[in-house]
């Protein structure tokens, strides 16, 4: 600590300390552990809050994974479906990404001369400037009924009728897809920014394959970056909310769009906070689990 | 195996710049061979041209007596060394090693086996699980030996592989490299701008300046038979003596400089030939500080002139005595350090002489400047 004040100065110390504790404490300790409590606790009226009915349950969680108490269901097979097909969807949306930005990633920190790769990530970045929700609304005009790939499918001839995207979740995966790409390319760029050109000369020099050569030499050295990519882009896409509600079909629902419903139109705010602590709790373990599989530590993925 | 490798008027250039021009030089099979030249002379371009990295713009390149253009780095017969290794930091020394032989789908035994037979070429015999990091900068050397022998190429590409070694290891090195290629029998090509390697490890070498070929020959021959004033210079020490050719006689030629008069013997001009001179032709003569010695050495010598002591620089082994004539032209002699000196320090007119046996005549050209 003394080290940390003499090196930084007081002013800078201070600062530094005052502005990570109001970050850490403030926004994310403090109503992380307000959710988590309110998950445990019964909805009931504010005037009935701290009264003799106002005492921990496990109800919410029982709701989350049996349904209502009237119901017959053996398990709440609409929620807990929903949530199954919103983590199975953000792993294949996050591999999906994976694959998509790996080349382009690669491509701009080894191949292309320092101009392009400049080029390049000024077009990536610049689609960025427009809010998330306007660019999925943008998504949904590209994809509808009489949009504008159906109308240019329409007029090549290539189809008869205009193709549902929205209804097929089409239009979804692609949003979710396109939403945080950013995200696995530049840990992905940063990780293969660092590897000497050298070393794929030489790997090519000793007659491997570029395949092979990605794998022995390109993957083995970004896999800190790619687990960093991989880790936000599953979270975000976990954690959607404006995308699936505009580019979702009527049947496909998000998980977050479950919790949405809790707090703000079923008035339950209990409720809402066990679903968030279930999304936010097994994100976290499939985080932790993947990791430990691709060996890589929490130090590597923050570098 | 081991082949031969043939460069046929090749030219590599990169928009309108030539890295090298015009090259042709013929490499014989299990010969060691050094391009010696300063940095930016185009030496590693034509590396790159031999391996595959890049196509020449224009020419051959013969390797075995097959046309290799087309053919990629992976699939031709050489296998390069890189200036910095290259080594892999995540896999370890034997896996490195293997390389070639995993991609090329050899099984796991037989790698393990391979690699082991590499260490104990290169003497790092047991040393097959650590990872890079944890050698030596001259085991790392070697394990980048190793992995680029494990293809069993016909020829070996170094790029400056030493020069990130620091004197002795360096020295020891030399040694080493020399003492692999005579065992595993392959051509070796080695890019250098390290006069000293070259000539102690080559059987020929090439010097090149601004992508060109100045001379090819064998190390004795670049080093006492010069073609051009750069050659002269860039390779090891040289006495410039700017002057005018008084009287020619055969091979013999006489040089005025600075109210001197010397003899010293043409230059060649390559393939047995030599320079022909006329009288009044503006000539450069070049002798080397350890062919010019004190009056009272016991060495014979045609050639006697007088100089003026500015300074002397103690080498270790050698001693470097800096002269001028009449304040121009600069003199340097080098000496053993068993000779004596002392009585130097004060002299005005030091008497030096040289054999003109030891003095090349060439005409007036750039010198390569330090």
């Known amino acids: 600590m003394n080290y940390f004040f003499n090196k930084n ?3 800078i110390s201070t600062y530094l300390i005052i502005a990570i504790s109001f970050w850490l404490v403030f926004l994310i300790i403090i109503p992380q552990l307000y959710m988590f409590d309110l998950s445990f606790r019964p909805n009931i009226p504010p005037l009935l809050r701290g009264g003799p009915d106002d005492v921990y349950t496990l109800t919410h969680y029982k709701h989350f994974l049996f349904g209502s108490e009237t119901s017959g269901e053996s398990y709440n097979y609409v929620d807990v479906g929903v949530f199954r097909d919103t983590i199975l969807i953000a792993v294949l949306i996050t591999l999906i990404n994976l694959c998509f930005c790996y080349p382009i990633a690669f491509y701009i920190a ?18 960025f400037w427009i809010n998330e929700l306007l660019r999925s609304f943008a998504l ?6 009489e949009g504008f790939i159906n109308n240019v499918l329409l ?68 896999k800190a970056g790619i687990a960093s990519g991989c880790t936000m882009v599953f979270m975000l896409t976990a954690g959607a909310l404006a995308t699936p509600v505009v580019l979702s079909s009527p049947n496909t629902f998000w998980f977050t769009q479950l919790i949405y419903q809790w707090f703000n139109m079923n008035d339950n705010w209990p409720r809402g906070a066990a679903y968030s602590v279930v999304l936010l709790s097994v994100s976290v373990v499939f985080v932790l689990l993947m990791m430990k599989i691709f060996k890589v530590k929490i130090g590597e993925i923050v570098r | 195996m081991s082949a031969d490798v043939e460069l046929q008027n090749v030219s590599v250039s990169f928009g309108n710049f030539y890295a090298a021009k015009n090259v042709s030089v013929k490499i014989e099979k299990g010969e060691f061979f050094s391009f010696l030249g300063p940095s930016g002379c185009g030496k590693t371009t034509l590396l790159r041209a031999i391996s595959g990295f890049s ?55 037989q790698r393990r086996k391979r690699a082991d037979e590499l260490l104990e070429l290169v003497a790092l015999t047991g040393q097959g699980d650590k990872k890079v990091h944890e050698l030596s900068g001259g085991q790392r050397q070697r394990v980048a030996i190793a992995r680029a022998l494990a293809i069993e190429p016909e020829v070996l590409l170094l790029d400056e592989p030493l020069s990130a070694l620091d004197l002795k290891l360096r020295q020891k090195m030399r040694i080493e490299l020399r003492e692999i290629q005579k065992r595993v029998g392959i051509t070796f090509i080695y890019i250098t701008h390290d006069q000293g390697e070259a000539l102690t490890m080559s059987d020929r070498i090439a010097v090149m300046n601004q992508g060109e070929l100045e001379q090819i020959g064998s190390c004795h021959n670049v080093y006492e038979s010069p073609c051009t004033p750069f050659v002269a210079t860039f390779v090891g020490e040289n006495n410039a003596f700017y002057g005018t050719v008084s009287a020619v006689d055969g091979d013999m030629v006489n040089v005025s400089a600075d109210g001197n008069n010397f003899s010293a013997k043409a ?82 007119n030091v008497e030096l002489k040289f054999s003109s046996r030891d003095a090349v005549v060439l005409p007036v050209g750039p010198l390569a400047v330090d």
Do not use: W
């Open chain 1, 155 to 222: 007029k090549l001839g290539l189809i008869d009728n205009g193709i549902n995207f929205i209804a097929m979740d089409v239009a979804l995966y692609t949003g979710l897809n396109y939403a945080y790409i950013l995200l696995m390319i530049f840990p992905l760029y940063n990780a293969m920014e660092t590897l000497d050109k050298n070393q794929l000369e030489a790997a090519e020099d000793l007659g491997s394959s570029m395949l092979k050569t990605h794998f022995r030499i390109v993957i083995p050295h970004a």
């Open chain 1, 9 to 11: 100065g007081p002013l």
């Open chain 2, 267 to 348: 230059g060649d001009l390559g393939e047995g030939k030599k320079y022909t001179f006329k009288k009044g032709d503006k000539v450069i003569m070049f002798v080397r500080p350890e062919s010019i010695f004190l009056k009272d050495q016991n060495n014979q010598a045609d050639n006697v002139f007088t100089a003026d002591f500015k300074a002397i620089e103690f080498e270790g082994n050698l001693k470097n005595i800096y002269m001028s004539i009449n304040g121009k032209q600069n003199v340097r002699c080098s000496v053993s350090n068993a000779v004596d000196t002392t009585v130097l320090s004060n002299s005005k």
């Open chain 2, 55 to 109: 196509e020449p713009s224009d020419g051959k390149i013969l390797i075995g007596n097959q046309d290799m253009a087309g053919i990629g780095p992976n699939k031709r017969p050489t296998s390069l060394i890189f200036q910095n290794l290259a080594l892999f930091p995540l896999m370890s020394v034997a896996d490195n090693i293997a390389f070639s032989l995993e991609v090329r789908g050899t099984g796991k035994v």
């Open chain 1, 140 to 145: 949904r005009i590209l994809f509808a009924g």
């Open chain 1, 110 to 127: 080894k191949v292309a001369s320092p101009n392009t790769a400049r080029l390049l990530i000024v077009s990536l970045i610049i689609p």
